[in-house]
Protein backbone atom coordinates (compact mmCIF):
# COMPACT_ATOMS: atom_id res chain seq x y z
CA UNK A 1 0.00 0.00 0.00
CA UNK A 2 0.83 3.46 -0.49
CA UNK A 3 0.82 5.46 2.77
CA UNK A 4 -2.16 7.55 1.55
CA UNK A 5 -4.04 4.58 1.26
CA UNK A 6 -3.64 3.62 5.17
CA UNK A 7 -4.24 7.11 6.62
CA UNK A 8 -6.75 7.81 8.47
CA UNK A 9 -8.30 4.15 7.57
CA UNK A 10 -9.79 2.03 9.96
CA UNK A 11 -7.27 -1.26 11.16
CA UNK A 12 -10.31 -3.90 10.92
CA UNK A 13 -10.06 -3.93 6.87
CA UNK A 14 -6.13 -5.03 7.14
CA UNK A 15 -6.72 -7.53 9.26
CA UNK A 16 -7.58 -11.21 8.22
CA UNK A 17 -11.27 -12.05 8.98
CA UNK A 18 -10.24 -14.52 11.38
CA UNK A 19 -7.25 -12.50 13.39
CA UNK A 20 -9.93 -9.36 13.75
CA UNK A 21 -11.77 -10.19 16.64
CA UNK A 22 -8.92 -11.21 19.20
CA UNK A 23 -6.98 -8.46 17.36
CA UNK A 24 -9.77 -5.39 18.29
CA UNK A 25 -10.07 -7.15 22.40
CA UNK A 26 -6.08 -6.50 22.04
CA UNK A 27 -6.80 -2.73 20.61
CA UNK A 28 -9.42 -2.53 23.82
CA UNK A 29 -7.44 -3.70 26.48
CA UNK A 30 -4.05 -1.75 25.49
CA UNK A 31 -6.92 1.70 25.28
CA UNK A 32 -8.40 0.73 28.71
CA UNK A 33 -5.44 -0.31 30.59
CA UNK A 34 -3.07 2.03 29.16
CA UNK A 35 -0.87 -1.13 29.08
CA UNK A 36 2.12 -1.89 26.08
CA UNK A 37 1.24 -5.36 24.23
CA UNK A 38 3.49 -6.88 23.00
CA UNK A 39 3.67 -10.47 20.36
CA UNK A 40 0.39 -10.07 19.24
CA UNK A 41 0.06 -12.23 15.82
CA UNK A 42 -1.87 -11.88 12.73
CA UNK A 43 -2.33 -11.39 9.22
CA UNK A 44 -2.14 -8.43 7.45
CA UNK A 45 -3.99 -8.43 4.18
CA UNK A 46 -1.61 -6.80 1.37
CA UNK A 47 -3.11 -5.04 -1.64
CA UNK A 48 -2.78 -7.82 -4.03
CA UNK A 49 -5.48 -9.58 -1.60
CA UNK A 50 -2.75 -11.93 0.22
CA UNK A 51 -1.96 -12.34 3.37
CA UNK A 52 0.97 -11.97 5.44
CA UNK A 53 1.92 -12.75 9.34
CA UNK A 54 3.10 -9.97 11.67
CA UNK A 55 3.89 -9.68 15.20
CA UNK A 56 2.79 -6.99 16.80
CA UNK A 57 3.17 -4.34 19.74
CA UNK A 58 0.89 -1.82 20.83
CA UNK A 59 1.18 1.15 23.05
CA UNK A 60 -1.58 3.49 24.19
CA UNK A 61 0.42 7.26 23.92
CA UNK A 62 -1.69 9.79 25.95
CA UNK A 63 -1.03 13.70 25.40
CA UNK A 64 -0.48 15.05 29.19
CA UNK A 65 -1.95 18.75 28.26
CA UNK A 66 -5.15 17.40 27.33
CA UNK A 67 -5.47 13.71 28.45
CA UNK A 68 -6.10 12.82 24.22
CA UNK A 69 -4.17 9.65 23.10
CA UNK A 70 -3.65 7.75 19.84
CA UNK A 71 -2.34 3.88 19.71
CA UNK A 72 0.78 2.94 18.22
CA UNK A 73 1.43 -0.29 16.96
CA UNK A 74 5.06 -1.72 15.72
CA UNK A 75 4.65 -5.09 13.76
CA UNK A 76 7.06 -7.08 11.92
CA UNK A 77 6.27 -8.88 8.77
CA UNK A 78 6.94 -13.00 10.51
CA UNK A 79 5.11 -14.76 7.20
CA UNK A 80 9.09 -16.56 6.39
CA UNK A 81 9.26 -17.62 10.13
CA UNK A 82 5.77 -19.19 10.12
CA UNK A 83 5.91 -20.74 7.00
CA UNK A 84 9.34 -22.63 7.96
CA UNK A 85 6.96 -23.33 11.30
CA UNK A 86 4.53 -24.84 9.42
CA UNK A 87 7.40 -26.83 7.67
CA UNK A 88 8.60 -28.19 10.88
CA UNK A 89 5.16 -28.96 11.87
CA UNK A 90 4.91 -31.41 8.91
CA UNK A 91 7.63 -33.05 9.58
CA UNK A 92 7.40 -33.56 13.14
CA UNK A 93 3.92 -35.23 11.88
CA UNK A 94 5.16 -37.48 9.47
CA UNK A 95 7.87 -38.52 11.84
CA UNK A 96 5.74 -39.13 14.05
CA UNK A 97 3.52 -41.11 12.03
CA UNK A 98 5.99 -43.01 10.37
CA UNK A 99 5.67 -46.55 9.95
CA UNK A 100 9.21 -47.24 10.12
CA UNK A 101 11.11 -47.04 13.62
CA UNK A 102 13.30 -43.58 13.25
CA UNK A 103 16.13 -43.40 15.50
CA UNK A 104 18.10 -40.07 15.75
CA UNK A 105 21.37 -39.84 17.79
CA UNK A 106 24.37 -37.71 17.62
CA UNK A 107 27.60 -38.46 16.99
CA UNK A 108 28.60 -39.91 21.02
CA UNK A 109 25.82 -42.02 20.51
CA UNK A 110 23.08 -40.11 22.64
CA UNK A 111 19.49 -40.36 21.60
CA UNK A 112 18.26 -37.23 20.31
CA UNK A 113 14.80 -38.14 19.21
CA UNK A 114 12.68 -41.23 18.18
CA UNK A 115 9.50 -41.86 16.74
CA UNK A 116 6.63 -43.92 18.09
CA UNK A 117 7.29 -46.82 16.22
CA UNK A 118 10.62 -47.26 17.80
CA UNK A 119 9.52 -46.95 21.17
CA UNK A 120 6.51 -49.27 20.75
CA UNK A 121 8.98 -51.67 19.63
CA UNK A 122 11.61 -51.24 21.99
CA UNK A 123 8.63 -51.02 24.62
CA UNK A 124 9.70 -47.45 25.92
CA UNK A 125 8.46 -44.49 26.80
CA UNK A 126 9.84 -41.55 24.73
CA UNK A 127 11.73 -40.03 27.50
CA UNK A 128 13.08 -43.02 28.69
CA UNK A 129 14.48 -43.70 25.25
CA UNK A 130 16.14 -40.39 25.23
CA UNK A 131 18.10 -41.02 28.70
CA UNK A 132 19.86 -43.96 26.44
CA UNK A 133 22.90 -44.05 24.02
CA UNK A 134 21.88 -45.82 20.36
CA UNK A 135 24.39 -49.00 21.81
CA UNK A 136 22.00 -49.46 24.80
CA UNK A 137 19.42 -50.55 22.28
CA UNK A 138 21.46 -53.32 20.14
CA UNK A 139 21.17 -56.83 22.02
CA UNK A 140 24.63 -56.95 23.67
CA UNK A 141 25.97 -59.93 21.52
CA UNK A 142 25.72 -57.66 18.33
CA UNK A 143 27.19 -54.20 19.82
CA UNK A 144 31.10 -54.83 18.24
CA UNK A 145 29.35 -55.70 15.03
CA UNK A 146 26.54 -53.04 14.81
CA UNK A 147 29.43 -50.28 16.58
CA UNK A 148 30.82 -49.21 13.49
CA UNK A 149 27.85 -48.15 11.52
CA UNK A 150 26.58 -46.23 14.46
CA UNK A 151 29.58 -44.01 14.44
CA UNK A 152 30.23 -43.31 10.42
CA UNK A 153 32.30 -40.98 9.70
CA UNK A 154 31.28 -39.72 6.48
CA UNK A 155 28.45 -37.25 6.33
CA UNK A 156 26.25 -38.19 3.79
CA UNK A 157 27.45 -42.39 4.23
CA UNK A 158 24.75 -44.61 4.04
CA UNK A 159 24.97 -48.05 5.69
CA UNK A 160 22.70 -51.07 5.92
CA UNK A 161 22.54 -53.92 7.99
CA UNK A 162 20.38 -56.49 10.07
CA UNK A 163 20.82 -56.03 13.69
CA UNK A 164 18.60 -56.90 16.81
CA UNK A 165 16.82 -54.46 18.56
CA UNK A 166 17.36 -54.64 22.92
CA UNK A 167 13.34 -54.19 24.04
CA UNK A 168 13.17 -52.32 27.86
CA UNK A 169 12.30 -56.10 29.13
CA UNK A 170 15.17 -57.58 27.37
CA UNK A 171 13.03 -59.07 24.76
CA UNK A 172 15.07 -58.68 21.02
CA UNK A 173 13.47 -57.43 17.70
CA UNK A 174 15.28 -58.15 14.38
CA UNK A 175 15.35 -54.94 12.80
CA UNK A 176 16.34 -53.93 8.96
CA UNK A 177 19.18 -51.15 9.78
CA UNK A 178 19.67 -47.77 7.84
CA UNK A 179 22.04 -45.14 8.84
CA UNK A 180 22.77 -42.30 7.37
CA UNK A 181 25.00 -39.29 8.77
CA UNK A 182 24.13 -36.15 8.27
CA UNK A 183 26.20 -33.14 7.71
CA UNK A 184 26.54 -30.40 10.49
CA UNK A 185 23.05 -29.33 11.98
CA UNK A 186 20.74 -31.15 9.46
CA UNK A 187 18.79 -32.92 12.07
Not at 3 to 9: A, E, F, K, N, V
Not at 72 to 100: M, P, Y
Not at 163 to 180: F, I, K, N, R, Y
Amino acid sequence: YEISDTLGQPFAPFVHPEDIQGCMEILQEVIQTGNKKGGVEYRVRCKDGAYKWYRANGSRVTDPNDGSFVFVGIGRDITDSKKADQRLQLARDIFDSAKEAIFVSDLEGNLLDVNAEACRLAKYSREDMLRLRNVDIVAPQEVSRIAPDLGLADAGAVVESRWALLCSDGSTVPLDLVVQRLAGDQY
